[in-house]
């Protein structure tokens, strides 16, 4: 079992930054490939970036550029760091992880779920 705990959401304006850290306690995260979600209300959960156990990493198109994932093996942290925050990146985040070495970022092959942070960006 592994138990996911995300903090760092607030409030900004737009073109701020927050950073995102996810905790992971149980087992075997090192071998986890974990990854960022979303949910805005009314819509889907949608992938933002996740990274695999080696270190591969994979983001979605919308925040290339903008967005940075990034884990610390001894901390059995996840990270993300959001830049240049716009209206439309308001959600609610969330940490995923699951126990395969492949990353992706559809939300169905994930196993366990943080229980999301709130982000808001106010223009």
């Known amino acids: 079992q592994v138990y996911l705990t995300e903090s760092g959401g607030g409030s900004v304006q737009t073109g701020g930054s927050l950073r995102l850290s996810c905790v992971a306690s149980?087992?075997?995260?090192?071998?986890?490939?974990m990854a960022w979600f979303r949910q805005a209300p009314g819509k889907e959960r949608e992938g933002i970036a996740g990274?695999?156990?080696?270190?591969?990493?994979t983001y979605t198109d919308f925040v290339k550029g903008r967005f940075t994932i990034s884990k610390d093996n001894a901390k059995n942290t996840l990270y993300l760091q959001m830049n240049n925050l716009k209206p439309e990146d308001t959600a609610t985040y969330y940490c995923?992880?699951?126990?395969?070495?492949?990353?992706?970022?559809?939300?169905?092959?994930?196993?366990?779920w943080g229980q999301g942070t709130q982000v808001t960006v106010s223009s």
């Open positions: 149980g087992t075997g995260y090192g071998n986890l490939c």
């Open positions: 990274i695999d156990s080696v270190g591969k990493i």
């Open positions: 995923a992880a699951r126990p395969f070495p492949q990353t992706t970022l559809d939300r169905d092959r994930y196993n366990y």
